[in-house]
């Protein structure tokens, strides 16, 4: 038997304490073992739980517990978690964790004490939910050079964006149902402004180049902007509006990482992707490209992720699965604005066709009513930025700006 301990007993942490119990006997026939819960944190009561005997409001009684070798983090946050799961690292306990904030702002320091420590820190659950990741990219794809990870991240977004695209949907209306679906983040800010799908695509850069990328270092967008005006231009054009997390190696060796709103033709695999899924695309250069799909946010689905890791923690109580990478100062990061990318444009004003062309060079574009949405050739951003300036020195008024993904 393993015992384990599970810190928080919120959407994800009662999912992981629902499959513990329900899929007892699965997880026995796979391991040889039981996984025992041996105690829950949380400062709420739960009189109604099977383990309601099990629960406790002292971290120390977990710290302290030689008997826990694994402890699962699913309170989210950094305060306590971080120094929560420093110290039960420090103590020789394995951690799970499902917190992309902390693997994002601490992951390349706690995995280096988990290296010294010999015990092992996962976060499956931590990017994409439900979807198997961090373990296909670590292990499965570990002999190729990898040239690009692309993907859409964040559930509530993802769902926001498929009700405003297939229903017409208002965004506070869509937000309100990713909530109380439970997709959302506890502050919705985080989902909305792109910091949660940010921190995403950091942990994911960081594996698949070997060194941290923190959030403050990648230019982030949300889709609090998207307007169902470029909902609709989008889709003339051909392309959906999705929110990407999107990090590329460039040929000097630096790598070129995003998170914002982009138009994704509809022949992306991307573009297919609607509702709380989630899709990652890593381009490989032995595979080509590789797509993983599903659940990207929920109580199970994200459950099941942190259980797969806590199996693996408890397969592996004496050896250390290799997980690691070093930490980043940003030096491998460029800056954004020398980004390349074809962009579009929305606007209004008379002659903006015309005056767009000038300014652009070739474009597409199509008119409604007094607006203009258009489609640029690739350039920087900064080159981007000053056309725009330019344009607007025409007096043409520009609405809207969005990337275009080549994904
Ligand atoms: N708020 C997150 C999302 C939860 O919507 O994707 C899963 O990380």
């Known amino acids: 038997m393993v015992s384990v301990a599970i810190m928080g007993h919120g959407v994800?942490?009662?999912?992981?304490?629902?499959?513990?119990l329900t899929h007892k006997q699965k997880l026995f026939s796979g391991l040889g073992e039981e996984i025992y819960i041996k105690k829950i944190l949380d400062l709420r009561e739960f009189p109604d739980s099977p383990v309601a005997e099990r629960f406790t409001k002292n971290f120390e009684e977990i710290l302290g517990d030689l008997e826990i070798r694994v402890v699962v983090?699913?309170?989210?946050?950094?305060?306590?978690?971080?120094?929560?799961?420093k110290r039960c690292l420090k103590a020789g306990k394995s951690v799970v964790t499902s917190n992309k904030e902390l693997v994002a702002a601490h992951g390349a320091e706690l995995l280096s004490i988990a290296k010294e420590e010999n015990v092992n820190f996962m976060f499956e659950a931590s990017v994409g939910g439900g979807i198997p990741i961090i373990r296909p990219m670590n292990q499965c794809l570990v002999a190729n050079n990898v040239g690009e990870v692309?993907?859409?991240?964040?559930?509530?977004?993802?769902?926001?964006l498929t009700k405003m695209i297939e229903d017409g949907m208002q965004f506070a209306?869509?937000?309100?149902?990713?909530?109380?679906?439970?997709?959302?983040?506890?502050?919705?800010?985080?989902?909305?402004?792109?910091?949660?799908?940010?921190?995403?695509?950091?942990?994911l850069a960081s594996l698949a180049f070997g060194k941290h990328v923190y959030p403050e270092s990648v230019h982030t967008e949300g889709i609090t902007a998207i307007t169902l005006e470029d909902v609709n231009f989008a889709e003339a054009f051909g392309y959906v509006i999705k929110l990407i997390g999107r990090v590329k190696k460039l040929e000097n060796g630096k790598i070129d990482i995003i998170t914002a709103p982009m138009l994704v033709p509809f022949k992306s695999q991307l573009s297919n992707i609607v509702n709380e899924f989630n899709g990652i695309m890593v381009r490989g250069?032995?595979?080509?490209?590789?797509?993983?799909?599903?659940?990207?946010?929920?109580?199970?689905?994200?459950?099941?992720?942190?259980?797969a890791d806590v199996v693996d923690c408890c397969k592996h109580l004496k050896a250390r699965r290799f997980?690691?990478?070093?930490?980043?100062d940003g030096s491998n990061i460029i800056d954004w604005r020398d980004s390349v990318s074809a962009m579009y444009v929305r606007c209004s004003g008379e002659g903006a066709a015309e005056k767009a062309e000038q300014v652009f060079g070739e474009i597409d574009s199509v008119k409604d009513g007094d607006e203009l949405a258009l489609l640029t050739q690739e350039m920087s951003y900064r080159d981007f930025e000053s056309k725009c300036k330019a344009l607007e020195g025409e007096g043409v008024t520009i609405?809207?700006?969005?990337?275009?993904?080549?994904?």
């Not at 942490?13 to 499959?19: F, H, Q």
């Not at 869509?174 to 695509?201: S, T, V």
């Not at 250069?285 to 259980?307: E, H, N, R």
């Open 12 to 20: 994800v942490g009662s999912g992981v304490a629902e499959i513990l």
């Open 73 to 85: 983090e699913v309170m989210g946050g950094l305060n306590p978690a971080y120094d929560y799961v």
């Open 150 to 160: 692309a993907g859409i991240l964040n559930g509530t977004t993802n769902f926001i």
């Open 173 to 203: 209306d869509a937000l309100k149902l990713a909530q109380d679906l439970g997709f959302a983040e506890r502050n919705p800010a985080a989902d909305i402004e792109g910091h949660d799908a940010c921190r995403k695509i950091c942990i």
């Open 285 to 307: 250069d032995c595979t080509g490209d590789v797509v993983f799909y599903g659940k990207g946010a929920g109580k199970l689905p994200t459950a099941s992720a942190v259980v």
């Open 323 to 328: 997980l690691f990478w070093a930490d980043g």
């Open 399 to 407: 609405l809207s700006t969005i990337r275009i993904g080549d994904i």
